[in-house]
């Protein structure tokens, strides 16, 4: 299982980069092979402020639809386009191309409240 020690998790199997103020968002590659094939990425939030834990979007497998929560609190300032002509580059690149939101953080002090890559390997038994 692929966990990257350079980002943070949040329990509900998303994770985040940060690069300044700005964080790209995307899912595990344990929630996308719990999920399977994606099939569609939705995100209507684009140009909204959300708390941290907000729905931000949703993503559609073959089987499931799963909503998406902001692990950080910001303003989502742009989606990744890509998905919608690929979804399943969320499958097939969980932490490259396959991101799903930047957001202009409001709060980087939550940073410190998400897993590290040990906490989450944990978390999902790995």
């Not at 990257?4 to 940060?18: C, F, G, Q, R, V």
């Not at 700005?22 to 590659?29: P, S």
């Not at 929560?69 to 490259?96: C, H, K, Q, S, W």
């Not at 191309?97 to 978390?123: C, I, N, P, R």
Request: negative net charge; glycine residues 6%.
């Amino acid at each position: 299982m692929n966990i990257p020690t350079n980002l943070k998790y949040s329990k509900d199997h998303e994770w985040i980069a940060m690069n300044g103020e700005i964080a790209t968002v995307g899912i595990t590659e344990f929630a996308q092979k719990e999920l399977g094939d994606i099939v569609y990425v939705e995100v209507e939030t684009l140009d909204q402020t959300l708390d941290k834990d907000e729905v931000f979007g949703t993503v559609e497998a073959v089987k499931t639809v799963s909503d998406l929560f902001l692990p950080m609190a910001g303003e989502i300032i742009e989606f990744n386009e890509d998905l919608e002509r690929d979804p399943e580059l969320v499958n097939t690149d969980p932490y490259g191309k396959g991101w799903m939101v930047k957001v202009k953080v409001s709060d980087a002090s939550q940073w410190d409240e998400l897993l590290d890559s040990d906490a989450y390997a944990k978390l999902i038994g790995a």
